[in-house]
């Protein structure tokens, strides 16, 4: 759980960006968009595949310009 103290003389405004800037750290943002609609679990590992399909690829392409110069 995500929790601050609000500091002598600071105003409410840098303490509820400090709170946000907490919860983007912590992933909680990106939890509740993950559940908030039911995926399958095929969907899940479908996303999975396509991710890690993504990131081989890529560094694929950045290993190839490498050995180019």
Known sequence: M???IIKEGESI???LRRF???CANAGILSE???REHFEKP???K???IDTARRKRDK???IF???EKI
């Open 32 to 34: 509740i968009k993950k």
């Open 13 to 15: 405004e840098g303490a």
């Open 20 to 22: 946000k800037r907490d």
């Open 42 to 44: 095929s969907v899940i």
């Open 2 to 4: 995500v929790g601050i």
């Open 46 to 48: 479908k996303k999975a």
């Open 59 to 61: 560094k694929k392409r």
């Open 64 to 66: 190839a310009k490498k």
